[in-house]
């Protein structure tokens, strides 16, 4: 049975493998730089999906 207390614990257990999870696929630098493709991708998809233009500059 769950105290009150206990079961705001298991994030705090997790954060070691969640951070060692991180480091594994090569760390936070580039799992920024892939979200950061991975959305440039998407924008240009839905940018020609929908026939419009992309107004943020490529570097943001």
């Not at 994030?11 to 892939?34: F, H, K, T, V, W």
Request: glycine share 6%; hydrophobic share 30%.
């Amino acid at each position: 049975v769950f105290h009150k207390r206990d079961k705001y614990r298991p994030p705090y257990c997790a954060i070691l493998s969640a951070l060692d999870y991180r480091q594994s696929l090569g760390g936070e630098e580039r799992i920024m730089n892939y979200n950061h493709d991975l959305a440039q991708y998407g924008g240009r998809y839905l940018s020609r999906l929908w026939k419009t233009k992309i107004l943020s500059p490529e570097n943001m």
